[in-house]
């Protein structure tokens, strides 16, 4: 057996660098005669620039050059990785996205001018030798004003801020209709899926330099997705040649989506380090990432479930409007599209449903994936309707999802928003978290919470996930400018150690330490002779990166496949060392061995014959065991779980303490336990971030109102109660090699409407006839539900 | 961050001469004035530290008077204001170690921030503000949001707390900064029982008087249940309303009085 293989829960390799301080982030690269930017961020939402005065900035100590719109107009805009079309087969109003505003400001935080200087402190000081004339022009940030005749453009040359209306699937809409007509209950919700901002503990960071000797550029950056970078950067913004353009994103201190895109920093730094041929660096304040990181989610959305005599869904409708912000950044008209639409069946068979989403332009941060990316959203508007619909029906909530639920010899099972579930038992899980959250017990806790003053709730939520993104061909389809295959190039060496390069990129999610467990699996030797290398376009093969839960889905799938190669290779080498046919030879245990007989040769003896090729058989096979492979999923994974929680309420003050939680999970097979739980730990605490705490808020007049710690509410380690965590419901995934689906968002996906739904529980249940709450249910926020 | 001088006199004596100077400021825990600092929405010429002057630091207690260096760290209050646990566990409570460590007395009371714990511990007390050139009454010290009685270049060089008979701090955590949303400090002292509420007020920390009669009748949270608190002049922002303010104000109070006996 080898040590540490798939199942096994080794400690994360990584962890000894980053808590011994030998992590080596971008904002640790500092190169030879580096320059730093100090952008000049607009303060008011929207206005038109009258003029730039950049002279008196030019001329202080230390300033290199004072970069305005004019030095980019050769330069093209940051592009969009998705089109989306709408109801009426057109495209969506797609606006330019300059590096710096031109000629209108469209949110707080754009960037106007930008000053490279020897020192942060010089370029900050000639930044407020700027002199700016703006006439402010009025804010557009409510969608629903937004989208209103006459209402102010963010865009004057589009013809409104409706980047698009999209209906899904819209030849079922007048069926969908039809079945409201004739449903004997239908229950209706309105609710606000909250702004966040994804806050990594790493701030974005951008590094570029130039080489003058042979015209190269290479940047430095805090990206999910170095090689989608290089493609979007050199490609459509600087005009630069993969080949001359190096992307290095080293240890990344948390992504959360939010650095899968391509910011206008990273597009700068490489731009001006080759106009002033010095590195240029710049790094992110705090106070920066809140008005210039993409943020996540900002629906409002209408959600109507139709329902039989027997409570059997018929039907579901929903009505979205989703913030893009004032610009698209990358990914931002997929995610409540095919990433939202596409889920909202969720676990149950409802035979017909249409989904609207009309995505608004707004003088605020883009918007774009965040941790679930639309999932989230799909599901809360589903699991907190399922949830009203049994107390308006007065049956348990539980019961009303199982009786709904998709059943386990139903898979695969084709819903009517266009994609095929390949495995799954919700039953299962549902069952695993009843039992583990031991709801059979909760009306003895609760009495014991009302003994103490305290109102006691418990919630359950289902979820269903589209993971392991994606199938190339069908996401080019539905309008995806990029393929989503993954790719690995595993190399061994003479003396049998193995190097895996690999297009995926780790932010956190523990990929030096569970990939070697799968190769080590394969082969039959230690995990630690496995090493893997990520993160820099010069030394992976072109692959896309890290978000969508994908890594071990796609890209362990994709190293599963050059390692199948190396395999193959391998065999026919020992056949030949053992003087045996190919096909008599066996892999175990890190021994090639002639089956039905004592002979063998160790994995280390076959590669060293690999690399020095004595007695090799070099007329049919070459030297050395290095082999590439490319995954492109033939299906999305589809994970899926049940979540419980009990909270008790403050009357008297609205705070609420969430008390425990329980998640029951399918992720298909599991290679590392721990790691799995982590992740399941981590998206459960940005769930309860979200639905208790986190709120990106603006004014009427576009001023982000929540742009520091001092009102933005990250979750503590206090805000968040001990979690159960069970992944032994497994219905493997069908079509990878690994039968894994991917567990990466889940905690965010699936924690929301469960919290809410406890919350409401808690009310409803003493009295208070509550029907919504809107997140983050803030202690003012549920205490004036109670008292209004 | 733009430049400043720095000096770090041994005697108030010598603070009070060097903040003299134009656009000099004092330094104490540095927790409000460096970040502000930071952002560049501060540009004090110079900075006069008041953490090297012994005087300024320490906790005493004599004759049912605890005495507070105006420049004693948050911990240090939390960990020797024994004689006076309601203020020692108020000083436990702001923000986390970090901030206990560095920040002072002093500091919060010379900002006077409308969110800040002390100045309610300071008026329900009826403390004395002690400073290089006077003693000033907490009735008299606080003057609204950031305002106090402090002339230009005074310090405050200490805080006498009578000591109660009773008394309790309810602080209700704004969920993101953690400063109190609204807090409540209850005092119980021979004489009567005194209200302090901050967090909760745009004019800033304030007594609720109609408590003090109250609960100096009758020392009991049922004693309040028939008041209301107005919510007119109550702060309304992201976290609260003015409503949800006032509504604390009464929860809070009845919860100190409770937490009393
Ligand atoms: C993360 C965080 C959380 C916090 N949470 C809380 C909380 O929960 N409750 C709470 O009450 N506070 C909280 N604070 C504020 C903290 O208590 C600070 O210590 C306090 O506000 C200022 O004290 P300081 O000693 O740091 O003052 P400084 O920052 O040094 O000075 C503040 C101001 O007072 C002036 N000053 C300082 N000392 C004197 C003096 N002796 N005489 C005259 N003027 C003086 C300075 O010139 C400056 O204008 C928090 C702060 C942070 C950073």
Not at chain 1, 106 to 115: D, K, L, N, S, W
Not at chain 1, 296 to 309: E, F, T
Request: net charge negative; glycine share 10%; aromatic share 8%.
């Amino acid at each position: 057996m080898p040590k540490d293989g798939i199942g096994a829960s080794p400690k994360r390799r990584e962890d000894v660098r980053f808590l011994t301080g030998k992590g080596r982030y971008t904002d640790d690269i500092n190169l030879n005669g580096q320059l730093y930017v100090h952008f000049l961020r607009a303060d008011v939402a929207h206005a038109t620039i009258n003029s730039i005065d950049t002279s008196a900035a030019e001329g202080m100590p230390g300033v290199a050059h004072v970069f305005t719109s004019k030095d980019f107009e050769a330069v093209g805009g940051l592009p969009c990785g998705w089109q989306v079309t709408d109801k009426h087969g057109q495209p969506m109003q797609e606006p330019k996205h300059p590096i710096i505003a031109e000629g209108k400001i469209r949110h707080v935080g754009e960037i106007v001018a930008a000053v490279v200087a020897d020192t942060l402190g010089n370029a900050r000081d000639a930044a407020e030798a700027i002199e700016l004339d703006l006439t402010e022009l009025p804010a557009v940030i409510d969608m629903k004003k937004a989208v209103q005749d006459g209402a102010t453009k963010v865009h004057d040359d589009l013809t409104s801020n409706l980047c698009y209306d999209w209906g899904f699937v819209e030849e079922n809409k007048a069926a969908v209709d039809e079945a409201f007509e004739k449903a004997s209950h239908v229950t209706t919700l309105e609710l606000v899926n909250n702004r966040l901002v994804a806050n990594p503990m790493e701030p974005r960071v951008a590094v570029g330099d130039y080489a003058q000797h042979d015209d190269s550029s290479t940047l430095y950056t805090t990206s999910q997705n170095p090689h989608v970078i290089r493609l979007l950067m050199g490609a459509f913004v600087l005009g630069i040649p993969e080949h001359k353009l190096r992307v290095v994103a080293p240890d990344v201190g948390g992504g959360f989506g939010t650095k899968i895109f391509h910011y206008a920093e990273e597009a700068f730094c490489t731009f001006a380090a080759k106009q002033l041929r010095r590195p240029v660096k710049w790094t992110s304040s705090r106070s920066e990432a809140f008005m210039s990181d993409a943020h996540g989610r900002d629906h409002v959305s209408k959600i109507q479930i139709a329902l039989d005599a027997d409570n059997n869904f018929t039907a579901l409708r929903t009505e979205t409007y989703a913030n893009m912000g004032a610009y698209l950044s990358t990914f931002a008209p997929s995610v409540p599209t095919w990433l939202h639409g596409t889920l909202m069946a969720g676990n149950y068979r409802t035979p017909l449903i249409y989904v609207n989403v009309k995505a608004v332009f707004t003088n605020t941060v883009p918007v774009d994936a965040y941790r679930g990316a639309g999932r989230p959203e799909a599901t809360y508007q589903l699991e907190r309707c399922v949830d009203k619909c049994a107390r308006e029906l007065g049956v348990d909530p539980a019961e009303l999802r199982r009786q709904n639920f998709i059943k386990p010899d139903q898979f695969p099972y084709a819903t009517p928003v266009a994609v095929e579930y390949d495995t799954g038992n919700y039953h299962a899980t549902l069952d695993k978290a009843l039992e583990l959250a031991d709801v059979a017990g909760f009306d003895a806790r609760a009495a014991e919470s009302k003994a103490r003053g305290k109102l006691r709730g418990l919630g359950i939520s289902n979820y269903i996930e589209a993971c392991g993104i994606a199938p190339s061909n069908l996401v080019g389809q539905l309008g995806a400018r990029a393929g989503l295959y993954e790719s690995a190039t595993v190399r061994v060496n003479a003396t049998g150690g193995i190097v895996v390069m690999t297009g995926s990129h780790s932010h956190g999610q523990g990929h030096e330490t569970t990939f070697p467990q799968v190769i080590a699996d394969m082969i039959g030797i230690d995990a630690s002779q496995v090493e893997i290398v990520h993160g820099d376009t010069a030394n992976t093969p072109m692959g896309m990166g890290t978000y969508g839960s994908r890594s071990l889905a796609v890209g362990g799938s994709a190293m599963f496949r050059a390692t199948e190669k190396i395999i193959n290779k391998a065999k026919k080498i020992a056949a030949h060392l053992l003087e045996a046919s190919e096909t008599d030879i066996e892999l175990k245990d890190g021994q090639f061995s002639v089956s039905g007989t004592d002979k063998s040769v160790a994995w280390g003896d076959v590669t060293l014959a690999a690399y020095v090729p004595h007695n090799y058989p070099l007329d049919s096979i070459e030297p050395g065991l290095e082999e590439t492979a490319f995954y492109d999923p033939a299906n999305f994974t589809y994970p899926s779980g049940t979540y419980i929680c009990e909270v008790e309420v403050d009357e008297g003050t609205g705070k609420v303490d969430v008390l425990n939680f329980t998640a029951a999970d399918d992720f298909g097979n599991v290679v590392n336990p721990m790691i799995v739980e982590g992740q399941v730990h981590g998206g459960v605490g940005q769930g309860i971030g979200q639905a208790m705490l986190e709120n990106c808020a603006y004014d009427e007049d576009g001023q982000l109102l929540s742009a520091s710690y001092m009102d933005y509410a990250m979750p503590r380690a206090s805000d968040i109660p001990m979690i159960t965590v069970d992944h032994s419901c497994q219905t493997p995934c069908t079509h990878n090699p690994l039968g894994v689906k991917g567990c990466g968002e889940a905690g965010a996906i699936g924690s929301p409407p469960a919290l809410v739904n406890a919350v409401l529980d808690a009310l409803n249940r003493n009295g208070h006839a509550v029907d919504h709450i809107d997140m983050p249910l803030s202690p003012s926020r549920v205490w004036s539900a109670m008292n209004s | 961050m733009y430049n400043f001088e720095f000096v770090k006199p041994s005697s108030v004596d010598e603070a009070v001469a060097a903040l003299r100077d134009e656009d000099a400021q004092p330094l104490s825990g540095g927790q409000t004035l460096i970040p502000t600092m930071k952002q560049r929405l501060n540009q004090p010429s110079k900075l006069v530290s008041l953490t090297g002057i012994a005087d300024l630091v320490g906790v005493s207690s004599s004759g049912g008077v605890l005495s507070v260096g105006g420049a004693t760290p948050h911990a240090t209050v939390a960990a020797e204001a024994g004689d006076y646990p309601a203020l020692a566990a108020l000083a436990g409570q702001i923000g986390d170690p970090a901030v206990r460590n560095r920040g002072t007395i002093g500091g919060s009371l010379a900002n006077n921030d409308p969110a800040a714990c002390y100045p309610s511990a300071a008026l329900a007390s009826g403390a004395t503000i002690v400073t290089n050139a006077r003693e000033i009454a907490a009735d008299d010290y606080f003057q609204g949001m950031f305002t106090t009685a402090l002339d230009e270049g005074e310090i405050i060089t200490g805080v006498k707390f009578p000591i109660p008979q009773a008394a309790n701090y309810q602080k209700f955590e704004q969920p993101a900064s953690r400063f109190a949303l609204t807090g409540v400090f209850v005092a119980k002292y021979a004489d009567g029982v005194r209200v302090a509420v901050t967090g909760a007020s745009n004019d800033g920390v304030f007594r609720w008087t109609e408590a003090e009669e109250a609960l100096s009748a009758n020392f009991s949270p049922n004693a309040i249940s028939g008041l209301t608190v107005a919510s007119d002049d109550m702060i309304s922002d992201l976290h609260g309303s003015a409503a949800y303010r006032a509504n604390l104000v009464k929860v809070l109070t009845g919860r100190a009085v409770a937490a009393c006996a």
